[in-house]
């Protein structure tokens, strides 16, 4: 059993997935990957927005997301990211810190350099957060 996971305080899903899916019987909150656009749809790229500006937008749609599921940052448990420039980690690592550096438990988490990313996206972050509701 499984259920979307809906807000308007995050972009609505661009294709045919879902912002995120919650399994009603073992409380695992999957969100799909998020690139830099705002929940009205104002994409964030370089060189008009900064790695720590996208990476701030991102992490606020998380934040958003998981709260649509009655959970939070402090949830997660895993955390991808894919940079289309492995020479942004620096800067992404810097603001990634300042909101997972200070949770009880960081969650495990990759970071990868990619090919492409949708809408020529320079960072996307997908997570998976276990709550115990």
Do not use: W
């Not at 994409?43 to 790695?51: E, G, H, N, T």
């Amino acid at each position: 059993m499984k259920e979307a996971v809906v807000t308007s305080l995050a972009p609505k899903a661009a294709a045919v997935y879902s912002t995120a899916v919650k399994s009603k019987g073992d409380t695992t909150i999957y969100v799909s990957g998020q690139v830099p656009l705002t929940p009205e749809g104002q994409f964030y790229s370089k060189p008009s927005y900064s790695i720590t500006q996208q990476a701030e937008l991102v992490i606020t749609n998380i934040k958003n997301i998981l709260k649509a599921a009655n959970a939070s940052l402090e949830d997660v448990v895993k955390v991808n990211i894919f940079l289309a420039d492995i020479k942004d980690f620096q800067e992404f690592n810097a603001t990634y810190a300042k909101h997972f550096s200070v949770l009880k438990v960081v969650p495990a988490r990759s970071c990868v350099q990619v090919g492409a990313l949708p809408l020529g996206a320079n960072l996307e972050i997908e997570c998976i957060a276990v709550t115990s509701d």
